[in-house]
């Protein structure tokens, strides 16, 4: 059985949420932009890409409350995100 102590942390740089949020947005938006000037998939295409760019919203609001919790020191909130 490996001890807890000798496994060694990951950098922050490898742990950090925000590249791949702002990756996935970006993406989002502009597969949401290429949808609606060429019209390809229709309307339901659209949606998709809308809903995709909500739910990068939601992730990245999530992520926010949760690191506002950690720096007040909330017993609930996620650790690891200072």
Do not use: F, H, N, S
């Not at 947005?25 to 290429?34: C, F, I, R």
């Amino acid at each position: 059985m490996v001890d807890a102590a000798q496994i060694p942390q990951l950098p922050r740089v490898l742990r950090a949420p925000e590249p791949v949020i702002v990756v996935g947005m970006l993406a989002w938006a502009v597969a949401t932009v290429v949808v609606w000037a060429t019209g390809t998939g229709g309307d339901r295409a659209l949606a998709v890409c809308l809903v995709g760019l909500g739910v990068g919203l939601l992730g990245t609001t999530i992520v926010g409350v949760q690191r506002a919790g950690v720096r007040r020191g909330a017993r609930g909130a996620q650790e690891g995100l200072d």
